[in-house]
């Protein structure tokens, strides 16, 4: 068959973008005299800006919203004692950021540009390292659901939570600020219904207008009524801390504020943390922290760019964050899925939904709900919206430029009616509209290994080829793959067996039920969540 249906080693071997640009290589070479010489040197741009490093270089990302920047990626982490508690006593892996310098001497200048075996090992240890850490993280899921069933535990014992009670400024302050967030929008509505949003009747029970970036007051609620909740910090095994962190990045992206002022709600924080006898005990290794935007938007390192440097502080390299999208490079960022419109009270709200979209009439063989990026011509999208336009209507493109995808019943309705959804990379590689299209029983078609298959290890499988097709971003953009054509090729049991499998084995556990969901039959994305981690 013509198509990828992809498996973790193909992607580590095969899967690797093509060099196509340029970045800053640090190479630390040890010498008799002088004791040590860096070199600057040429590299690669990681097609959708994601620029790849190994343990003597650095990480860099680029996207239309972040400036260039880049973050170490430091030496191989620890995973020979990855047991429950272990988990929180996991150092970083960070290594300390290395100053930029060149060299005068053009005998020691290397273009490693000019050898693509070394550009090939590189790479390929880069992603051996986020492959390492994602089996770590299922590794340790896989052990703590032996131990549980081994002890037959059914009870908090040992699994008590513990929620600070944090000035208001940290968070119910910035709810209040809903209608100054985003300049062009008033999030206030979004916030109604525990931050589900208004409900969505046309769509059935159990569906709101979720905003994309509610997750943390989303997450706040479930906590606040999690049977293992106590209230006495010395009985807790498990800090959370609600701190909305999101929220604050999201009110200075479109303000021109230094970044004094940006940082400053984070920095406070950790200041009052540490104030705190629960965080000295332990450094803040047992605290957890939910952030609704991706990590690069708290990992800021150039001086009057994008977001905060939150994730950068010293004091929060030991707690676990939970993000929409992981740093790839750490081991304490594990990803979570975005939050979508539908959120289930009960087993039942599950079940239809779940019969539902099985019967549904799929009458697009694919569909793609998003718009161009012009101004990125390192994208594939206007490629892709090209193929499906002159896909002699098997493929149908919803345009988000114009308002299209504004209302989410538009979109759900567009992806249960389509057997596979296009998901390329967009601002950056992870997408919202991933975890709508697998809510929705649409098979996802990826580019990008860094959109899924290295970011959700608790929530989607490591045999990806179970629930996605992939087809190298690479062959898109120099037209050496017919998209629909490919797809055109996965056969009706094909499809139907993965369609089976998102619906029934997948879905439940990537929704987030409301704030009073009495689930018993099925786990969602929060309870899965909090029974991992505690």
Known sequence: ?????????????????????????????????????????????????????????????????????????????????????????????????????????????????????????????????????????????????????????????????????????????????????????????????????????????????????????????????????????????????????????????????????????????????????????NSGKDHVFVLGKISWDFRRKNKGSWGTSFLELDQMQNPTKLLIERQPWHLNDVGIPHPTHFHPHSDDDIAAWQSKIMQFERKNLVSFAGAARPEAPENIRSALIKQCMSGDGHCRFLDCRVGECSKPETVIELFIESEFCLQPPGDSPTRKSLFDSLVSGCIPVLFDPFTAYYQYPWHLPEDHGLYSVFIEKEKVREMKADVVEKLKKVSLQEREEMRRYIVYELMPGLVYGDSTSELEEFEDAFSFRFRLIT
């Open 1 to 281: 068959m013509a198509i990828s249906l992809v498996r973790k080693r193909a992607v580590a071997a095969n899967r690797i973008p093509k060099a196509t640009g340029l970045i800053h290589l640090l190479l630390r070479r040890t010498l008799p005299n002088p004791p040590a010489i860096l070199l600057l040197m040429l590299l690669l741009v990681w097609c959708s800006s994601t620029l790849l490093s190994v343990s003597f270089f650095h990480v860099c990302i680029s996207s239309r919203k972040l400036n260039l920047y880049c973050v170490s990626a430091g030496t191989r982490p620890h995973f020979e004692d990855f047991t429950s508690r272990s988990y929180y006593n996991t150092t970083s892996t960070n290594t300390p950021t290395t100053t930029t310098t060149t060299n005068s001497n053009s005998n020691n200048n290397y273009n490693i540009s000019s050898d693509n075996d070394i550009l090939k090992a590189e790479i390929a240890y880069a992603v051996k390292i986020v492959e390492e850490q994602m089996q770590a993280l299922r590794s340790h899921a896989t052990t703590l659901e032996r131990r549980r069933k081994l002890l037959n535990q059914t009870t908090c014992t040992g699994r008590e939570i513990f929620v600070y009670e944090l000035p208001p400024k940290f968070n119910k302050e910035l709810i209040n600020q809903c209608n100054g967030l985003l300049p062009w929008m008033n999030l206030c509505d979004y916030f109604a219904n525990d931050a589900l949003g208004e409900p969505i009747s046309k769509l059935g029970k159990g569906w709101y207008r979720t905003h994309q970036y509610s997750l943390e007051p989303i997450f706040h609620s479930r906590v606040l009524r999690h049977p293992c909740r106590v209230f006495n910090a010395d009985q807790a095994k498990l800090f959370y801390v609600p701190f909305f962190g999101g929220l604050d990045v999201l009110r200075w992206h479109f303000k021109n504020v230094s970044d004094q002022v940006k940082d400053c709600l984070g920095v406070d924080l950790v200041k009052w943390l540490e104030g705190q006898p629960t965080w000295a005990r």
